[in-house]
């Protein structure tokens, strides 16, 4: 369950995004794919106390979204 619906949004936001980064050019184009770039660097791991902050504020602590979002966020640079 969880890795169906991980994998089906990260697919549903990943492939248009690439899409349109890869084939139109448009004003800010070469800051926001550095920024792709510069953000894929981080370790995963840096972002989790962030991530558990925002979670406790929407209580989705211990649930299937939680797990859900994360690995999609995670995950979602990995298609191009």
């Known amino acids: 369950i969880i ?11 990943a492939i248009p995004a690439a899409f349109i980064t890869s084939r139109h050019r448009f004003p800010g184009r070469t800051p926001f794919l550095l920024l792709v770039l510069v953000t894929q660097m981080f370790a995963p791991t ?35």
């Open 3 to 13: 890795s169906l619906a991980s994998t089906a949004i990260v697919i549903l936001v």
């Open 46 to 80: 840096s972002l989790v106390v962030g991530l558990y902050r925002q979670f406790f504020e929407l209580t989705l602590i211990n649930t299937y979204a939680a797990l859900i979002l994360t690995n999609a966020a995670f995950n979602a640079g990995s298609i191009k």
